[in-house]
C-alpha cells in the first residue's frame, strides 16, 4: 500500500492563517511583528528564500526589511549592522540568511544577534534553552517537523525516533524536540555502523543528512512516519530529498515529499517566531 503523503504545503498555509489571525490581534493592540534578513553575497537558493521570507511578511503585515550586502562585506561591517538592529525597536527578529561567504565566522555573527530577537534559535543561550526545556524561540525546520508531526496524528510521543544528521540546524535540535515530545530517539551519522538497520527501528525515520535519496526502502520499517528534509539539487535541476521517495512509498506509512514537505514550514515557523518575539517585547 502506498504511504500517506504529509503535505507540508497545504499544513504551512493552514498555519499561516492561524498566525495572520494572532497577528492581526497583536497589532490592534499597537505591536506590529517586525524582521529584518540580512544576505551576505548572491548565492541564488539563499535570494529565493530571502525574497520567500520578505514576501511571507508582506502576506501576514509584518513590518519587514531586508538588506543586501556585497559578499566582500567585512564580519566587522556585518556585526556592527546587527548590533543597530539588536537597538532597533521596530524589529522583533534577525535574521542572516546561511551560508555566509567564507570570510566571515557563522558563529561570531550567530552569537552577535541578540537572544530575545534571535527567530532562528540558532544562538547558543537559545540552543541551551532547548537542551534544558526552557521556553525559547526553536530552529525553524526542527520544529516545522514537529508541527508536521502533529497535525498529521503522529504524536512522537512514545516512538522510537531515529534521526540521521548531527547538524547544528537541523539534526541536534530536531532530536532535542522528539525528545521534548517523549519520542525514544536515536542519532546516527556518517560513522555510525549499520546504518540502514539503525534506520530500520525507527517508527519516525528523519533524514537530514544532505546525502540524495540515501535512504531506501530496506531502511524503513513497514508503515513508519518518513520525514525527509534534504533539499538537494540534482545535476538535471531537479530537487531531491536524502529519502529515495519512489523506493519508499509502498514501505512507508506516511511521507513529506520533496520540494512541498518539510520546506514550506521553515518560513512560516520563521513568521511564527517573529510574531512570538513581538508578543514577548510587549514585557
Ligand atoms: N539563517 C538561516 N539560513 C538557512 C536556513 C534557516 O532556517 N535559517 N535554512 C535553509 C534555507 N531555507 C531558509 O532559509 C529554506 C530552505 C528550503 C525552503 C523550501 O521551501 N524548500 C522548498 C523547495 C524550494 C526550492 O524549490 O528550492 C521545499 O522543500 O519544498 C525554504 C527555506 C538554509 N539556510
Ligand atoms: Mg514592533
Not at 517586525?34 to 530571502?50: F, H, K, N, R, T
Amino acid at each position: 500500500m502506498s504511504a500517506q503523503l504529509i503535505e507540508g504545503k497545504k499544513i504551512s498555509d493552514s498555519i499561516r492563517e492561524e498566525i495572520k489571525l494572532e497577528a492581526e490581534r497583536l497589532k490592534a493592540e499597537g505591536t506590529v511583528p517586525g524582521l529584518v534578513v540580512i544576505l551576505v553575497g548572491e548565492d541564488p537558493a539563499s535570494q529565493v528564500y530571502v525574497r520567500n521570507k520578505a514576501k511571507a511578511c508582506e502576506q501576514l503585515g509584518y513590518y519587514s526589511e531586508v538588506v543586501r550586502l556585497p559578499a566582500e562585506t567585512s564580519q566587522q561591517e556585518l556585526l556592527e549592522l546587527i548590533g543597530r538592529y539588536n537597538r532597533d525597536d521596530k524589529v522583533n527578529g534577525i535574521l542572516v540568511q546561511l551560508p555566509l561567504p567564507k570570510h566571515i565566522e557563522e558563529k561570531a555573527v550567530i552569537d552577535a544577534i541578540a537572544v530575545e530577537k534571535d527567530v532562528d534559535g540558532f544562538h547558543p543561550e537559545s540552543v541551551g534553552n532547548l537542551m534544558i526545556g526552557d521556553d525559547t524561540l526553536l530552529p525553524c525546520t526542527p520544529a516545522g517537523v514537529i508541527e508536521l508531526l502533529k497535525r498529521t496524528g503522529n504524536d512522537p510521543a512514545g516512538k522510537h525516533a531515529v534521526v540521521i544528521g548531527r547538524s547544528n540546524i537541523v539534526g541536534k535540535p530536531v532530536a532535542m524536540l522528539l525528545l521534548r515530545e517523549h519520542a525514544t530517539v536515536t542519532i546516527c551519522h556518517s560513522r555510525t555502523p549499520n546504518l540502514p538497520e539503525v534506520a530500520r527501528q525507527a517508527d519516525i525515520l528523519v533524514a537530514a543528512v544532505g546525502v540524495p535519496k540515501l535512504v531506501k526502502k530496506e531502511w524503513v520499517k513497514p508503515g513508519a512516519v518518513v520525514i525527509d528534509v534534504g533539499v538537494n539539487r540534482l545535476p538535471d535541476g531537479k530537487l531531491c530529498g536524502d529519502v529515495d521517495f519512489d523506493d519508499v512509498l509502498d514501505t512507508a506509512g506516511w511521507i513529506t515529499p520533496v520540494p512541498g514537505g518539510v520546506g514550506p514550514m521553515t518560513i512560516t515557523m520563521l513568521m511564527a517566531n517573529t510574531l512570538k518575539a513581538a508578543r514577548r517585547s510587549r514585557g
